[in-house]
């Protein structure tokens, strides 16, 4: 690929979880370089880095992220009853205090949020309406973030079907496509983490304490439907990326953090830089 860096750009933001953070790295590398991002399309962490971006808001977002201690993110959990384990409704309040009421159809990048309805198996391209009502469906990470409706359909993470939502932008005017994926190669063999280190933490939030008490309230049950959901996001994308390759891809390796470790949000922003300064100086950019 010969890289100009006048040509419109349509960028790809793919679901990973906290890893996904990385991806304002991967903005901020290409905005350095002055690259005309003209499009995105956004999965899961990816529509809400993509989301905020396409607003103007992604330094708020970043910030916000990077004042981000755990105790302050598991005080943003909100146990519910029925259907997952967290409602989500404080999570977002906190990011409408960031975004404010936006409206999909008024910005200036063209902007897909891609979720998935459950009922009709198949992918759902939001391109109007209210932002954060969109990324709220995106983010519904089944088992964990209940489902969210929108127009009577019962929506759930975009990354159960389109992980990488590469087809989602072939529609914009961009010339070059440039795919981030969550699923690179590890930087390290893989080991086993001593989850129950990890419970201990959700005893001091009082909002947590009476989940705490049900009988899965182990975050190891959080770890193992996010490595089970990691692990087929991670085969999806390979055959999307396969039937529909990107110009470029920037990879995140996949062991950069705990699907689940939203506070690492500093060192993930500058891998995700890192990454992306790797990739675009290879062709050019």
Known sequence: MTADPTERIALVLGAGGARGLAQ??????????????????????GALVGGFYAAGR??????????LTRPRML???????????????????????LSGDVAIESLPIDLTIVA???????????????LLDAIRASISIPGLLAPHVIGGRELVDGGVLAPLPITA????????LIAVDMHGWPQRPPTEIPLPAHADALASPPSLR????RP?????????????IDTMQSQVARVQLALDPAELVIRI???????????????????????ADKALDAVGY
Do not use: N
Request: glycine share 8%.
């Open 24 to 45: 304002i790295g991967v903005i901020e590398a290409m905005e350095a370089r002055g690259l005309a991002i003209a499009a995105v399309a956004g999965s899961s962490s």
């Open 58 to 67: 992604l330094a708020a977002l970043r910030d916000w992220l990077v004042s």
């Open 75 to 97: 005080r943003l959990l909100d146990p519910t009853m029925g259907g997952a384990l967290f409602e989500g409704k404080r999570l977002m309040a906190a990011l409408h205090e």
């Open 116 to 130: 998935v309805d459950l009922m009709r198996q198949r992918e759902v391209w939001l391109r109007s309406g209210d």
């Open 169 to 176: 932008t072939r529609l914009s005017a961009a010339h070059r």
């Open 210 to 213: 009476a989940w705490r008490k």
């Open 216 to 228: 899965h309230a182990d975050i190891g049950v959080i770890e193992r439907v996010a490595r089970s």
């Open 253 to 275: 390796p996949r062991d950069a953090c705990q699907f689940y470790e939203f506070w690492r949000a500093r060192e993930l922003i500058e891998l995700g830089r890192r990454q």
